[in-house]
């Protein structure tokens, strides 16, 4: 696909683009997935896009096939000093189009029960499709809390696209 800026006012200035997996920004990937083992490991097989402005990366995507015309989207992220000004938003906007355009009939993500983050996708379109009751609890050594709450179940959230290619 053509690089091209993300147009959105909040990020006129950003460019997203794919870049191999190997240059994946790990520090960066790391603020969404505290295990860069599970980070290297969904790497092999995936599309790693960035978004830069001004020549920083500011943000970083890993999507993973899952079968033909299904996706999942391991990990996004944006640097703490950038977050809260549109560029996350950009950044998934971006990428849902991009599997739109190269024909993709579902995006799917896994998140915790609570949070910005739930907020984050479902205003993009994604539905809850399923709980992975326990996931934080059986896959990750530490606790993961957040906001005082330790996360134990992963919301498993879609993307359909509509034989037309919009998302549903």
Not at 39 to 52: N, T
Not at 86 to 104: C, H, Q
Not at 127 to 146: C, K, L, Q, T, W
Request: net charge positive; charged share 20%; aromatic share 8%.
């Amino acid at each position: 696909m053509k690089l091209t800026p993300a147009l959105t006012p909040a990020s006129s200035s950003l460019l997203i683009q794919e870049v191999p997996a190997a240059d994946a920004p790990m520090e960066l990937l790391r603020l969404a997935d505290p295990s860069e083992e599970k980070i290297r490991s969904c790497l092999p097989g995936s599309k790693c896009f960035v978004a830069s402005r001004g020549g920083d990366v500011i943000g970083a995507c890993v999507v993973q096939p899952r079968g033909t015309g299904f996706h999942e989207l391991m990990s996004i992220a944006v640097r703490p000093d950038c977050q809260k000004s549109g560029y996350g938003t950009a950044l998934l906007k971006w990428v849902i189009e991009f599997f739109r355009r190269s024909g993709a009939r579902q995006l799917e993500v896994g998140t915790g029960t609570f949070g910005y983050q739930l907020a984050f996708y479902q205003r993009e379109g994604f539905r809850v499709a399923r709980i992975d009751h326990g996931f934080f609890v059986r896959n990750y050594p530490d606790p993961i809390v957040e906001n005082g709450i330790q996360l134990l179940d992963m919301l498993r959230l879609t993307l359909r696209y509509s034989e037309k290619g919009s998302a549903n």
